[in-house]
Each structure stands twice: as structure tokens, then as C-alpha cells.
């Protein structure tokens, strides 16, 4: 089964028991192939898009396939690539994640996908409010990665735009450096500490910072390769093409799939119908988290069909991450 695996991912046509004799080292002869093909076929491994047709892997060969490859190692020229693109002099950590979703669209010719880092994970740098009206104000974090996110906030009271700077001073010297989840675990408890006690100042603060702090904004996702993705042959079906654009345009799926990755330590391989949105169930997304210490910022991925080489793209997506992970460290 793996032998057809390969020869599929090798050519994305159909794979006939003779022609998979002649070009693996199998030690059996075509004869003994086919009826091997016909037992997984009815196992469920193998299936065949037409009667006169070789045969297709399905799902499930690919993830046996992946379950049971050599813990593969990147390559030397990638490898080489990958150090190559993040040795330039640091720009902005915004700009270095746009440009590794780059990267590995142009490494795989893949769509590639990265996610930036959740407020909520990175450190704070300052929070601003800025008086808009009577009794509206505009609540500003900045993280020290350059992510900025804001809240619209209407007060019961009408505020000078001195006092709102003053505080934000206030929480500035209580909440720099801390994450957003750090922040709104202090808010919650500088509140609960002793509400008839904190002055109407304070609270105006807790209040205007929490506004954020409670409801982040969902982290930002970049997107790249779609036309690198759209040589693959698959994508010559006009209906596979629009299913690839259609997945790639809806951020809220492949977000909550990214999400998910946050929480595994290894490269994150989800194959077709193992999919959880119906929408991806065509693709095969490879996920790896890059991290801040022990702690996970935000996730990288490539996108792409099912017939994948999974061999060079798991340790490619694995390695970029940890390169990614250095790289904001600097």
C-alpha cells in the first residue's frame, strides 16, 4: 500500500498494478500486485475512479501512510533556504510572519498560511484612550510584537481626555509586559479584591482596559501561493479549483484548524475527511505552532491536496516554525 502511495503522490494519475511491478521494488509479480491491490480496495485503502482505471488511495492510505513514515529530516537545501531567509536583519515581527507565509508557498508550491500571534499570547507594550465624543472612547493595546487591537467603549461619564491619559498610565505601570490573558486575570482580580473600595477613577480604568481585555479580536491569518497552489493537477478541475479558492477565502475554518494545532507539540497532519468543516474535506493541511519560550504564539501551515509529499512537507512546515520562533526572539 505505501508503494502505491508514493507512486500517486509521484504522479497524481491512477495507479495500475503493473505499472506500480515495474517501477517498485516489490519482489512479486504484477499478478500478485493486482490481487494485493483488489484486498485493500476492499479494506477500504484503495478505491477506483473507473472500471478500466488504476487505483486511487483514499483518506485512509494516506493516513497510514504518514503514521508510518521514518520520522522524516529536512533536506539540506531547504534547510539551507529556510536559515538563508530569516539571517536578513530583522524588520517588524508583523512583517517577518507575512513574509514566511511567503516562504513556504514558494518552498512547497503549496497555499501557505500563517497566523499571527493571538493578543491574547503576546506581551503587552502600552494601552492608549482616546476621547471621541461625549461618553465614547477609543481603548488602544499595542503588544510589543507591533499587534495592535481596539474597542469602542461607551462610559457612563463624560471624560477629559487628561484624565484618560492618566489612566492609562495607571494601567501601563500595572499591566506592561503581561500578556492579554495575564491582563484580564489582574483586571478580574483587582475587582474582586474590594469593589466598594476601588475609587471611580480606578474603575473607569479596569473598565476601559477589560473592554479589551475580555473580548480579543480573532487573530489575523496570512495567506499565500493560491496561484502557486493552482498548478497542482488536481486544481485543472475547474470544481476542485473553486472548492481550493472557496476554503481559502474563508479565514473562519482554517483559523479554528490553526487553533487546533496550538495545542499539539508535533506537527499537526489532518487529511481530507478528517477534517472537522466539510469545506476542507478535499485538502490536507500540514500545522506546526511557533512559540515564545514554552509558549505558543501562533501557528503555521500548508494547505494543499491530498496527494501531498508529506516526506518533505512535515519536516519543511516543522523546521519554519522553529526558525520562525528564533527569529522573534532576536
Do not use: C
Not at 494485493?36 to 477500504?44: F, N, P, S, V
Not at 530583522?90 to 501557505?112: C, E, F, Y
Not at 473592554?211 to 501561493?225: C, H, K, Q, T
Not at 500548508?302 to 526558525?323: F, H, K, N, S
Amino acid at each position: 500500500m505505501i508503494a502505491a502511495v508514493q507512486e500517486f503522490i509521484a504522479t497524481a494519475e491512477p495507479v495500475g498494478s503493473q505499472q506500480l511491478a515495474s517501477r517498485r521494488t516489490l519482489g512479486v509479480r504484477a499478478a500478485m500486485v493486482r490481487n494485493l491491490m483488489a484486498e485493500l480496495e476492499d479494506t477500504g485503502y484503495l478505491m477506483q475512479p473507473h472500471t478500466s482505471a488504476g487505483r486511487v488511495p483514499t483518506d485512509k492510505a494516506f493516513r497510514y501512510y504518514v503514521d508510518h513514515l521514518t520520522p522524516p529530516r529536512i533536506g539540506f537545501e531547504d534547510r539551507t533556504q529556510i536559515e538563508l531567509h530569516y539571517s536578513a536583519p530583522p524588520a517588524d515581527a508583523n512583517g517577518i510572519i507575512r513574509d514566511t507565509s511567503r516562504l513556504l508557498a514558494l518552498m512547497t508550491g503549496q497555499a501557505a498560511l500563517v497566523m499571527a500571534p493571538r493578543l491574547e499570547s503576546v506581551m503587552l507594550e502600552r494601552v492608549t484612550f482616546i476621547r471621541l465624543r461625549e461618553r465614547e472612547v477609543l481603548a488602544v493595546f499595542v503588544a510589543m510584537t507591533g499587534g495592535v487591537q481596539n474597542r469602542l467603549v461607551g462610559t457612563l461619564a463624560d471624560h477629559r481626555q487628561d484624565e484618560l491619559d492618566r489612566m492609562a498610565g495607571y494601567l501601563n505601570e500595572s499591566l506592561r509586559g503581561r500578556s492579554l490573558e495575564q491582563t484580564r486575570a489582574w483586571i478580574e482580580e483587582r475587582l474582586r479584591e474590594d469593589r466598594a473600595n476601588v475609587d471611580r477613577f480606578i474603575g473607569t480604568a479596569l473598565f476601559l482596559g477589560g473592554a479589551i481585555a475580555r473580548n480579543p479580536s480573532p487573530a489575523e491569518l496570512y495567506v499565500d501561493g493560491s496561484l502557486k497552489a493552482i498548478d497542482q493537477p488536481e486544481f485543472a478541475d475547474p470544481a476542485r479549483l473553486r472548492e481550493l479558492l472557496r476554503a481559502l477565502e474563508d479565514k473562519t475554518a482554517l483559523l479554528e484548524l490553526l487553533e487546533k494545532s496550538l495545542r499539539q507539540s508535533d506537527p499537526m497532519v489532518s487529511i481530507g475527511s478528517e477534517n472537522f468543516d466539510a469545506r476542507l474535506s478535499g485538502f490536507s493541511v500540514i500545522a506546526a505552532s511557533y512559540a515564545s519560550g514554552a509558549m505558543p504564539l501562533g501557528s503555521l501551515a500548508v494547505l494543499g491536496p491530498v496527494r501531498m509529499d508529506y516526506e518533505r512537507v512535515i519536516p519543511l512546515v516543522a523546521y519554519t516554525a522553529r526558525a520562525l520562533s528564533r527569529a522573534l526572539e532576536h
